[in-house]
């Protein structure tokens, strides 16, 4: 399971939480943020000139992502 969480900063994740809980811990992959991507959103996140370097702090942790998501996809686990 991949859990996008392009906003987690702004909320809570005590649902989130309990709702991945039923899950294999080695099936879950969340994604959020990072510091650098907080900082690129700025405080107000309409302001248009912020969408340019939050988009380019995404991509940068696109690579990152992909490395976590990879290994649980080429290994079906058990139930394949």
Same mark, same amino acid.
């Given at each position: 399971?991949?859990? +996008?969480?392009?906003?987690?900063?702004?909320? #809570?994740?005590?649902?989130?939480?309990?709702?991945? %809980?039923? !899950?294999?811990?080695? $099936?879950?992959?969340? +994604? %959020? @943020?990072? $510091? *650098?991507?907080?900082?690129?959103? =700025?405080?107000?996140?309409?302001?248009?000139?912020?969408?340019?370097?939050?988009? *380019? !702090? =995404?991509?940068?942790?696109? !690579? *990152? !992502?992909?490395?976590? +998501?990879? @290994?649980?996809?080429?290994? @079906? =686990? #058990?139930? %394949?």
């Amino acid at each position: 399971m991949v859990v +996008i969480e392009p906003l987690a900063h702004l909320f #809570p994740r005590d649902l989130l939480t309990h709702e991945i %809980s039923v !899950a294999d811990p080695q $099936t879950v992959v969340t +994604i %959020s @943020p990072d $510091t *650098q991507a907080i900082d690129a959103f =700025g405080p107000n996140l309409y302001n248009r000139l912020a969408w340019e370097p939050a988009y *380019q !702090a =995404g991509v940068r942790q696109a !690579a *990152q !992502a992909t490395e976590r +998501i990879r @290994p649980a996809w080429h290994d @079906p =686990g #058990p139930h %394949s």
